[in-house]
């Protein structure tokens, strides 16, 4: 399995903004769908967003569209989170997945993947 390690969190104000990275060991990185999700107290770990394995295909959330954007870099190993206008209901901890069974596509489905992060928190103050 491929190791995700997260970085990037931390405490905004609302209306602010974080760059969320997930850095991947392993030399197939460029071979498999990546995404984010995210985790608030108490609730389900739910999908945030989705890129395919070169970058050219991603998908958001309907609650972050307009103000998350992912993407990756695969010379660097690295899948981005870009975090916009950041409200209070966006605190969370955000984690990092990787999708190695099925190369060709993403899913919204957290059971879908098979390799984590370990998160990284995120907290947006009113």
């Known amino acids: 399995q491929v190791q995700l390690v997260e970085s990037g969190g931390g405490l905004v104000q609302a209306g602010g903004s974080l760059r969320l990275s997930c850095a991947a060991s392993?030399?197939?990185?460029?071979?498999?769908?990546m995404a984010w999700f995210r985790q608030a107290p108490g609730k389900e770990r739910v999908f945030v967003a989705a890129?395919?394995?070169?970058?050219?295909?991603?998908y958001v959330a309907g609650s972050v569209k307009g103000r998350f954007t992912i993407s990756r870099d695969n010379a660097k190993n690295t899948v981005y989170l870009q975090m916009n206008s950041l409200k209070p209901e966006d605190t969370a901890v955000y984690y990092c997945?990787?999708?190695?069974?099925?190369?060709?596509?993403?899913?919204?489905?957290?059971?879908?993947?098979?390799?984590w992060g370990q998160g990284t928190q995120v907290t947006v103050s009113s």
């Open positions: 890129v395919n394995w070169s970058g050219s295909n991603t």
């Open positions: 997945a990787a999708r190695e069974r099925d190369r060709a596509a993403y899913s919204v489905v957290a059971g879908q993947y098979d390799s």
């Open positions: 392993g030399r197939t990185f460029s071979s498999y769908p």
